[in-house]
Each structure stands twice: as C-alpha cells, then as structure tokens.
C-alpha cells in the first residue's frame, strides 16, 4: 500500500505562514485532503481538492501541490491553529491513507 | 444538520469480537460512501475501511483484511464494523466518517465525522 509522509512537528511565530509538506507517489495522481484535529476531538477537513476550504475555514489557510508532495500553508497562524495535522489521500488500489501527521506549535 | 453516532465500544477480551454501529441522520445515507478510521492512544489517524454508496466497493487496509467487515443499512441510516480477533493492537477510538469526492476520483475527503466509540482489547 502507498504511504503518505509528514514531518512530525513544525512551529510557527504567532502571525507568520508556515507550510506542512506531505509526500507519496499517489498524489501524483490524487489530491490531498488536510484534517486539523484538536485534543479530545474528531478531525476537521480544512482544505480538500488541492486548495479548497469548508464553509467556515479561515482563508488563512490553503493548499497546494506539486509532484508527490502536497502542501498546506497557513498564512497569519493564530493561536487557535495550534493541533494535529493530517493529509489524507487514496492509492491506485481505491484505499485510502493518511499521513502520520504533524503537530503545529504556534510560539 | 448533519449527524454521524458511533456507539458500540467498549472493552473486550484479545481474541474478542465487537460490533460498532454508527447512526446518522440529516442527509439522505444510501447516496454517500462511508469509511471506519480509527486512531490509537497518542497516535494518529488510521484508515481501516471504505464501502461505496451502492455497498457494490469494499476496501480495508492490510492491518484489519480478514478480520473486520465493513456493512451498511441504508433502511436504518447505518454503517456497521464488525471485528473480530482482536488484538491489543486494535485499541483505539474509532470514527465513522462520510465521505464526498471533488472533481471526480481524483479527490476524495471527508466531510463529516462522528465524535468516536473507543474500543479497549485487554484481558
């Protein structure tokens, strides 16, 4: 099965963009999904199809994709931004997969 | 307002079996795909299964082939996750999660999320 590779940690400057890089072969093919998911809660899709946001998802944050690696950047991170954050794909074979995530600091 | 119920969690012995069932209302089910994820303690969020919208595709990951099953019933609104031979391994919250496509197969995602049923394999 495909796999989907983050970093496990970033921080971010309160105010300042900061960028989480997922790679795999598939999303050369497919795009990423981007879940943010706080302590004790179910995940939340904040950006899909690339760079599509959910009614009532800041526009500070957004997507993008190049080759195997998919990005998510958010510009202005705030403190309420802070949490885990997976990418989510499908492989050639209709699975689907996530990324090991990345837990956001914001200093 | 769309809704998605897990319940049917609890702690069961290795080797064990459990049925989890996730209730949902506030959107017309037998139109969407639906996917079981689950997430142990302290770590992150694992794919376990998809069925599509006619149940007709059905896709688990390599760690729970064989031993889960993935069903639905539309009549009841309801996905279903039946699993058996568990292992301490397979201790975790357990999410049921809708599932929309944007721009064809190219992008799935998912939209809505129950809050989770946890699971405890333990003797």
């Known amino acids: 099965s495909s796999e989907l590779t983050q970093d496990p940690a970033v921080s971010v400057a309160l105010g300042q963009t900061v960028r989480i890089t997922c790679q795999g072969d598939s999303l050369r093919s497919y795009y990423a999904s981007w879940y943010q998911q706080k302590p004790g809660q179910a995940p939340v899709v904040v950006i899909y199809g690339r760079d599509n946001r959910p009614s009532g998802i800041p526009d500070r944050f957004s997507g993008s994709s190049s080759g195997n690696t998919a990005s998510l950047t958010i510009t202005g991170a705030q403190a309420e931004d802070e949490a885990d954050y997976y990418c989510?794909?499908?492989?050639?074979?209709?699975?689907?997969?996530f990324g090991g995530g990345t837990k956001l600091t914001v200093l | 307002e769309v809704q998605l119920v897990e319940s049917g969690g609890g702690l069961v012995q290795p080797g064990g079996s459990l049925r989890l069932s996730c209730a949902t209302s506030?959107?017309?089910?037998?139109?969407?795909?639906m996917n079981w994820v689950r997430q142990a303690p302290g770590k992150g969020l694992e794919w376990i299964s998809f069925?599509?919208?006619?149940?007709?595709?059905?896709f688990y990951a390599d760690s729970v082939e064989g031993r889960f099953t993935i069903s639905r019933d539309d009549a009841k609104n309801s996905l279903y996750l039946q699993m058996n031979s568990l292992s301490a391994g397979d201790t975790a919250v357990y999410y049921c999660a809708r599932e929309v496509t944007f721009g064809g197969i190219v992008a799935p995602y998912f939209d809505y999320w129950g809050q989770g049923s946890l699971v405890t394999v333990s003797s």
């Open positions: 069925i599509s919208a006619s149940g007709g595709s059905i």
């Open positions: 989510n794909s499908r492989d050639r074979s209709a699975k689907r997969v």
């Open positions: 506030g959107f017309t089910f037998s139109d969407y795909s």
